[in-house]
């Protein structure tokens, strides 16, 4: 269901566009998110209403996607937006959305369901944006911190819990560490940012980190925060803390003047510090693979494909999950012309300014080809 908000909507949006919006503004506090680019394809710009839910987390790139998308049909099409905590993941296999935005995967279970509820059909997860997972800390008098997997993987389980151990100090020589104790914050929420980390921590570290901790909901220690937002706070806050947030939710150009700046982990695996950057999550992107194999048009990403030389190993990616047929014509074209939007490489372009990351060619094509192929 859509929050209850009291603040009105902002005039500036006119009022075909507010209609086309409906089910856009998703939280009180939320502000509105800039339009991207609008391409110069043309669409068809099916009549008829397209619904779509994921998690609050990804409501401002939503707000971008579907603004945009008003703005070039002339608001011919209708997409609503609307959140859930499960990303709609229980909405869609249920029949009640049209489309879910998730950074998970659809369980074993709820590819069964979906499968019923797509008339004995295949699910599919179609990549469209990701945004790599930033391990930020606060520690006053240490502007760079280095880690290996390992490390932070006995950091987040509760393994390490000073600053100035000795195995933190020797992957960082030459930083002066303070006898400070480890404050951990996460986020109370499934998010796509626990997933991420859990699987890459699971699979670079599995001796110290549990195959188990790989779910959307955070199974390390730590105390928890409602928002990614409130995550990154509690980090900046004081010093002598770390946590993980997806760098698209950061919004550092928004935090207060006279709160500090996040510092960033480099992950070491053994070849130089590797930092969140825009250009290294494309590098890993560029080298997705997919499970369980490359063929097909279920599009999920292997995890364990995206390490590689200049390529930032945690990324949280974000999937369209549709049916691949089996429901009605109108409903099936407006997804179809939606999706094939989002994945235009005029609106991918803008992505950065939203904090996403834009697919690469290949797997942007690859991806264009299953959306195509919908029926």
Known sequence: MIPRCTRPLRRAL???LAV???GVLVACDSQPAPVLPTPSSVYACPPGQLQVEGAGSEAAMMNSYIASYAETCRNASTVVWTTSADSGRTSFVNGLVNVATSESWLSNDEVAAAQRRCQQNPAWHLPTTASP?????????????????ETLAMIFSGQLNRWNDARIARENPGV???AQAIQVYYQNQPSGASEALGRYLARTAPLKWSPRNTTPNWRGQGQGRDRPEDVASSVAARSGTIGFVETAQLGDANRPSGEPQLGRVGIDEGQGPLLPTQEAASKALQQARFLPDDQGNDLRIDPASLSGEGAY??????????CSQG???????LTRDFLGFML????????PAIGRVPLPDELRQRTTEAVAAIR
């Open 14 to 16: 006119t009022a075909p």
């Open 20 to 22: 086309a919006l409906l």
């Open 133 to 149: 997972v930033a391990i930020v800390f606060r520690l006053d008098g240490v502007e760079q911190l280095t880690l290996s997997p």
């Open 176 to 178: 002066t560490l303070p």
């Open 313 to 322: 190993p945690v990324v949280a990616v974000t999937y369209q999950i549709v």
């Open 327 to 333: 429901l009605p014509v109108e409903v099936t074209s």
């Open 344 to 351: 235009n490489p005029q609106t991918q372009s803008g992505l």
